[in-house]
């Protein structure tokens, strides 16, 4: 449930991978985040997963099929570029102790109930591609759970037992991605029961 997110480093590709990873991304800590611990809280609207800043909130499905999945992946992906501008973004990737969180060396930030993330500095690229295990957490598929840039401008947060995203960005951003063929997405208000139709909130 909610409750409770430019290329810039470089990449190698190891034998062993299905996508690139990180040399030496910077590692993000408590000043990264604390804006996202300190203005969400427990419950079943948007404002478990995103603070009450922006313009205009959703939450988006994510597809049970691997390859509608990985095209709604994509699509996301897609959408929140073009409405952002040149900058590095930050990816989280919670330790849920079977997802791959792409630096198993690195320490953690915990965000919203205390949960442990890897928080690294990339971009949309590297969004994709770096977590090497994707069907390992099926209900989140290949992208980090957390997903923000550095001006803030917006977030896409998948919470540890949701099958939806949420989001939080400017109207422009979240009509875009509601218009997507490729995504299912439905617009929420900051009051409202943010869990999407069909689902429930664990």
Do not use: K
């Not at 609207?45 to 390859?67: C, G, K, M, N, Q």
């Not at 900058?87 to 102790?97: K, N, S």
């Not at 992208?143 to 949701?162: A, N, Q």
């Not at 009509?175 to 139709?197: C, I, K, M």
């Amino acid at each position: 449930m909610c409750f409770r997110a430019v290329r810039v480093s470089p990449v190698q590709t190891g034998p062993l991978q299905n996508g690139p990873v990180p040399r030496t991304p910077r590692i993000g800590g408590r000043d990264e985040i604390a804006w996202i611990t300190a203005a969400t809280s427990v419950g079943v609207t948007i404002t478990s997963a995103i603070p009450p800043l922006f313009a205009r909130y959703a939450t988006v499905v994510i597809p049970d099929d691997e390859t509608v999945r990985r095209r709604a992946d994509e699509a996301l992906i897609e959408v929140i570029s073009a409405n952002t501008a040149a900058q590095p973004w930050w990816l989280g990737y919670l330790d849920t102790g079977a997802a791959d969180v792409v630096r198993p060396d690195a320490p953690r930030v915990t965000v919203y109930a205390g949960w442990p993330y890897v928080l690294l500095e990339a971009g949309p690229e590297e969004a994709l591609t770096w977590r090497r295990d994707a069907d390992a957490t099926p209900w989140h598929g290949a992208l980090p759970e957390l997903l923000f840039p550095v001006d803030r401008s917006w977030l896409v947060s998948t919470l540890w037992d949701d099958d939806w995203r949420c989001v939080g960005g400017s109207a422009t951003l979240i009509e875009a991605l509601v218009q997507h063929p490729d995504l299912e997405t439905r617009a929420v208000t900051v009051g409202e029961d943010a869990t999407p139709p069909g689902h429930v909130a664990i």
